[in-house]
Nanobody
Framework: QVQLVESGGGLVQAGGSLRLSCAAS????????MGWFRQAPGKEREFVAA????????YYADSVKGRFTISRDNAKNTVYLQMSSLKPEDTAVYYC??????????????????WGQGTQVTVSS
């Protein structure tokens, strides 16, 4: 069982930056692929970024490519999402997720096994 706790959300002006963190419990974190998803009011949960167990491969949604960076520190059981050049359309609840199949990231929420409770990111114009 893995428990995930996100932090770092908040209110930021357009063009600003935030760094989200997701702290994981358990000794198996380093074997999991990790992902970030987001959900805006009235919309479906959408893929943002993912990273394989080693950190050697990352994946990004087209909407955030070049602005967001996913990374992980397996020694600290933590995955990060550095968000820059934020836009009002980035406003959403951001969730981290863990996937037992650590060799591949996935853009599909149903392929992840564990989820955090989410952290709100609000970007004002």
């Amino acid at each position: 069982q893995v428990q995930l706790v996100e932090s770092g959300g908040g209110l930021v002006q357009a063009g600003g930056s935030l760094r989200l963190s997701c702290a994981a419990s358990g000794r198996t974190f380093s074997s999991y692929a990790m992902g970030w998803f987001r959900q805006a009011p009235g919309k479906e949960r959408e893929f943002v970024a993912a990273i394989i167990w080693s950190g050697g491969t990352t994946y990004y949604a087209d909407s955030v490519k070049g602005r967001f960076t996913i990374s992980r520190d397996n020694a600290k059981n933590t995955v990060y999402l550095q968000m820059s050049s934020l836009k009002p359309e980035d406003t959403a609840v951001y969730y981290c997720a863990a996937r037992r199949s650590g060799l591949y990231g996935s853009i599909r929420p149903y392929e992840y096994d564990y989820w955090g409770q989410g952290t709100q990111v609000t970007v004002s114009s």
